[in-house]
């Protein structure tokens, strides 16, 4: 007796219908890890981002600040010689001989006197260059932040202001005080924040000795990571704060 010939049969439709159930089902969970992994990618590049502009902000406004007063070979001259009031002259005004730095709240402009011939970039400007020529060089660098541009920005000798640093949104600064400056128990160091307009009444703009400066930078990841006001920042503001010693002042 000869067997029934085996008869092929092919996917009915309901096997079909299960097979691309399943695969959809994985193929979306691929998608899911995906974007879950594209997003962490993007998350991981904003924040190294803001951290390269929060330490190159740091790195030039230290560098630039710190330097507030100071000037070459206190041997031959000195500050005040090097130093002049400058009340009605341009870049700024310094209304006191000796005065490296005048500010408000959310500005700050510095002066001091670059040595000749730097070729080792000892002292450098607030556009990152040096005195190359064979006399001294007083160098005006006056930081702000332009608020419709979100960028921290520089004017040299007041020419035009120059951007640094993009995504910058505000400057705030609180300016550390010698309140005891010039008397005997002075120990030339900082005993008191105030803002700009406390200054004058604490020792005036040569008793400062150090600033604290935040930056309000805008939040890479609000889209996705909504940050809360943290004063002196706004909602979706991430503050950077640092502090700056006044070497050329005296600051110890």
């Known amino acids: 007796m000869n067997a029934r010939p085996f008869k092929q049969r092919g996917l009915g439709l309901v096997e079909v219908l299960v097979g ?8 979306s969970g ?13 998350t991981r590049n904003a924040l190294s981002d803001l951290q390269q502009r ?6 030039i406004l230290s560098k630039t600040l710190q330097q507030s007063g100071y000037y070459p070979n206190p041997t031959a001259s000195t500050a005040a010689e090097m130093l002049p009031a400058s009340t009605t002259s341009a870049p700024s005004p310094f209304g006191s001989a000796a ?12 002066r001091f006197v670059a040595p000749a011939n730097d070729v080792t970039d000892s002292v450098i400007n607030c556009q990152g260059g040096s005195n190359t020529t064979n006399a001294p060089v ?33 400057m705030h600064l609180l300016y550390g005080v010698d ?8 120990a030339k160091s900082v005993n008191r924040y105030v803002p700009a307009d406390n200054v004058a009444a604490n020792g005036g703009w040569n008793a ?7 930056l309000c930078f805008a939040n890479p990841l609000k889209k996705n990571q ?26 110890t």
């Open 20 to 27: 691309l159930a399943i695969a959809l089902f994985l193929l």
């Open 30 to 42: 691929l998608a899911a890890i995906f974007a879950a992994m594209l997003q962490s990618s993007q």
């Open 54 to 59: 929060q330490l190159l902000a740091a790195t």
């Open 99 to 110: 005065q490296g730095l005048v500010a408000t709240a959310s500005s700050v402009t510095n």
């Open 138 to 170: 007083t160098y005006t660098n006056a930081f702000s932040v332009d608020t419709d541009q979100d960028e921290l920005q520089c004017s040299l000798d007041g020419a035009a202001a120059q951007p640094i640093v993009d995504g910058v949104t505000s």
């Open 179 to 186: 309140t005891l400056l010039g008397a005997a128990s002075d």
């Open 208 to 214: 400062v000795k150090n600033l604290r400066i935040t």
């Open 226 to 251: 909504p940050a809360p006001a943290v004063a002196p920042c706004a909602a979706d503001e991430l503050p950077f704060t640092f502090f700056v010693n006044l070497i050329g002042q005296g600051q």
